[in-house]
C-alpha cells in the first residue's frame, strides 16, 4: 500500500469541529483519486496532510512504508522533495527563474549532477508538451502552460505520487482538459499514482476511485466503472443539500 492513514485527525483553533475527522484511507500504488467535496470541507487539508506539510492533532500517515510524523522535520522535507510531487491550483512557479531552470528547481536542491537534470528537463519538456518555451518565464506562459510547467517540476524527481490541490481550478474548460488529459495519459502509460482535490465533477471524472467528502470525513469511495459519474453526482448534491 503506497498512502496508509489510520485515524487522522486535525482541528484548527478557530473551528467549532474537525477538519479531518477519524479518517481511515488507503491508496495503492498506481491509483487515480480525486477528493470531492464543498469548499471548506476539509479536502485541501487532509491533501497537506498526506503530503507532510501538516501536523495531524492525532493519527498517522505512511508514504511507501514511512510514518511521515514521526520522522524529523529535516527527514520529512526530504522525503517530501523525492516521494511526493506536488501541482497547486496557483502553480507556485518561481517567477525569476524561466521555464527549464523552474522544473530543474527540486534536481538543483537535491545535488543531482549535472547531466542527469539536463537529460530530465529535456525529456519533461517534450513530454508536457513544452518545446520552444523553455527560456520563457511564468508571466510570459498562459495558465496552461504554467501548470504544464507545475507539472513537470513535480514529476522532475520520478516522485512515487502527485497530489494536486484543484490543479485546473485557475483554467477555462478548454486548458483545463488539456492538463487532465496529461494526468491522465501519465497515470495510464506510468500508472503514476494521483491524488487530485477538486471540486469540479469533469475533473472527477478522468479518475478511477472517487472520495466524496464532506465535514472531514469520507462520506462516499466509489470505485468508477462505465456509468457511473451520474451516481457520483446524485451521492456529491445530496452530500451539499445535507
Known sequence: MLIVMEGLCKRYPSGERPVVDGVNLHVEQGEFVAVMGPSGSGKSTLLNLMGGFDSPDQGKVCVDGLSLYDLSEKRRTLIRRRKIGFVFQNYNLIPTLNVRENIAFPMAVDRCPR???????????????????????????????????????????????????????????????????????????????????????????????????????????????????????????TILRT
Open 115 to 237: 547531466e542527469e537534470i539536463q537529460m530530465r528537463v529535456k525529456q519533461l519538456v517534450q513530454d508536457l508538451e513544452l518545446e520552444g518555451k523553455e527560456e520563457s518565464f511564468p508571466a510570459e506562459l498562459s495558465g496552461g502552460q504554467q501548470q504544464r510547467v507545475a507539472i513537470a517540476r513535480a514529476l522532475s524527481m520520478q516522485p512515487r505520487v502527485i497530489l494536486a490541490d484543484e490543479p485546473t481550478g485557475n483554467l477555462d474548460r478548454r486548458r483545463s482538459r488539456e492538463v487532465l488529459e496529461i494526468l491522465s495519459r501519465l497515470h495510464r502509460k506510468e500508472r503514476l499514482t494521483i491524488v487530485m482535490v477538486t471540486h469540479d465533477l469533469s475533473a472527477a471524472g478522468y479518475a478511477e476511485r472517487i472520495l466524496l467528502y464532506k465535514d472531514g470525513r469520507i462520506e462516499s469511495d466509489i470505485r468508477q466503472s462505465a456509468g457511473d459519474l451520474q451516481h457520483v453526482l446524485e451521492d456529491f448534491l
